[in-house]
Nanobody, 125 residues
Framework: VQLQASGGGLVRAGGALRLSCAVS????????VSWFRQAPGKEREFVAG????????SYADSVKDRFTISRDSAKNTVDVQMNNLKPEDTAVYYC???????????????????WGQGTEVTVSS
């Protein structure tokens, strides 16, 4: 499985960005693609995840009601629409895939075997 992230940039607080993760390779309905982020000096943290089936999503509390994750089956991408961005959202964002997960989306980045390159998001105040 190969992943390629795109869409980062510089935006003012209150603005919006859309990140996209192009996914290629073998996946199944039980595969999960998630977005993580890592700010300087901080641990990598879960942002949002989605089953490849599109039937279940999961969000970190810090982004709930502001971010929306979705899967575009025609383009084979997993996108995250980020609205009402805050300076604390500044980080390098990574998409990652796990080929098979159970009932709930795992939030521990160590469980993901496939990673895209990071894309930088900077939110100015």
């Amino acid at each position: 499985v190969q992943l390629q992230a795109s869409g980062g940039g510089l935006v003012r607080a209150g603005g919006a960005l859309r990140l996209s993760c192009a996914v290629s390779g073998r996946t199944s309905s039980r595969s999960v693609v998630s977005w993580f982020r890592q700010a300087p000096g901080k641990e990598r943290e879960f942002v949002a995840g989605i089953f490849w089936s599109g039937l279940q999503t999961s969000y970190a509390d810090s982004v709930k009601d502001r971010f929306t994750i979705s899967r575009d089956s025609a383009k084979n991408t997993v996108d995250v629409q980020m609205n009402n961005l805050k300076p604390e959202d500044t980080a390098v964002y990574y998409c990652a895939a796990d080929l098979a997960q159970g009932r709930n989306i795992i939030r521990n980045w160590r469980s993901y075997n496939y990673w895209g390159q990071g894309t930088e998001v900077t939110v100015s105040s």
